[in-house]
């Protein structure tokens, strides 16, 4: 189970004067009846996770792998942002995997799409494309692209046949297109919100063409439903707890740390589920993240000595899928034998260390110090599921629905009016 450690905080946090109202917040967590309780329905999914539909999409996975060498996954925030970041951060940045997997429909952007569809060119290519509205433009774009290139590739029915829709059940366009078309379809369940849905099929089919043990993964899950929905007194509470002290005592922004490369894509999925489920009402913290040792070369120093405004949650993996021994060098010339038959996971932790106590205890930066066991499938199910329900309980120590996003809306409609979209 995840660890909280809080020894270089800087403060005590009265966690008893806290207990009703973390009760009353549990309870109503659980019987779904707290703010946005219409989209609870994560709460318990790793139980009541439809059975038949997760064969289908383990079939499915089976099948991409065996036919295609690619997959492009088309959607945007919280319909990619969770795929995106298990893949990464299970598989790596340069996966032996023979199975390439492609981002698309998360930005306008055209030099990034142009790039995109000349590699996908050369490639034999499944979509997989992810929308529970089917109206978010990024994605519709992207996707009407992708499949006009794949239909010029391989004609209109064996494109039809590449083609997975992830939607809604019974309504929006990306299932009318999807009936119309007979695209396989897999659905996100009304009751359950993009950035809370990585356990469905938009987190699962990508990770399982990846190649990821996805059975693993909702195991891990599950374990963090029965951890954390057993009772109010649990680490991942506190931690919510913890970061509304922070913000009420005059920190306004909380910082992701990780010593990973791979795991910054991670960090992107923290940001959106903090970001978009407490910035709300004008309150709510500002979650940023960064990579040590490699940020500390560049934020480090704002950290250490900038403006007294964030708290960090520093993320460590006790023991890494891989190591690195350091060898012997003859010459000794870069003076780095007295590493010899160290290694790297040891340099990287005590950095981690040395850091923690730099910006705790000089800089008088809060750490919280997150500690997860490995990162496999399981634990990062697990932990996901941990970062859910810490978001739910702060966001609802500071009264806020975590489940809307009604400040999403109004760049869209200031996009539409300039685009000249009928009806803005
Ligand atoms: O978390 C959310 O609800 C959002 O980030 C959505 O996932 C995102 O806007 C994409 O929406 P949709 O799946 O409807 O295309």
Known sequence: MIKLQLDRLGRNIDFASYAKEMEA?????????????????????????????????????????????????????????????AIEALNGLYPED???????????????????????????????????????????????????????KVGKEKAAKAVYATTDKEKGALLDLSKKYGYTRFVLPADIGGRYSVFTAVGLLPMAVAGIDIQAFMDGAKAGMEEYGKGADNEAYRYGLVRHELYKAGYPVEMFVSYEPRF????????????????????????????????????????????PVLFETVMEIQHPAEDVVIPNDEDNLDKLNYLE???????????????????????????????????????????????????????????????????VEIYKKNMFHLLGKPGF
């Open 25 to 85: 917040i549990h309870a109503s967590i659980e019987n779904k009846t707290g703010a946005g309780n219409d989209y609870l329905g994560w709460v318990d999914y790793p139980n009541t996770y439809d059975k038949e539909e997760f064969q289908k999409i383990l079939a499915c996975a089976k099948e991409i792998r065996e036919n295609y060498d690619c997959l492009v996954v088309c959607g945007i925030g919280g319909s990619y942002l969770g795929a995106r970041a």
């Open 98 to 152: 023979k199975m390439e997997i492609i981002f698309l429909g998360q930005t306008f952007a055209p030099s990034y799409i142009a790039q995109v569809l000349r590699h996908l060119e050369k490639k034999n290519f499944a979509i997989n494309v992810i929308s529970k509205s089917g109206t978010t433009t990024e994605t519709a774009l992207g996707f009407r692209l992708v499949k006009e290139l794949l239909e010029k």
């Open 264 to 307: 910054v894509q991670l960090g992107e999925w923290w940001k959106q589920l903090f970001g978009e489920s407490e910035g709300k009402e004008h309150t709510g913290l500002l979650p940023d993240s960064a990579t040590f040792s490699t940020d500390l070369h560049s934020l480090g120093q704002f950290i250490q000595e900038g403006s």
């Open 341 to 407: 038959g160290k290694t790297l996971d040891f340099v990287n932790k005590k950095a981690m260390e040395g850091t923690m106590d730099a910006h705790a205890n000089v800089g008088n930066v809060p750490n919280l110090h997150l500690q997860v066991e490995a990162m496999d499938a399981y634990h990062l199910g697990q932990l996901m599921y941990f970062f859910m329900r810490a978001c739910a309980m702060s966001c609802y120590l500071n009264h806020i629905n975590p489940f809307n996003q009604p400040g």
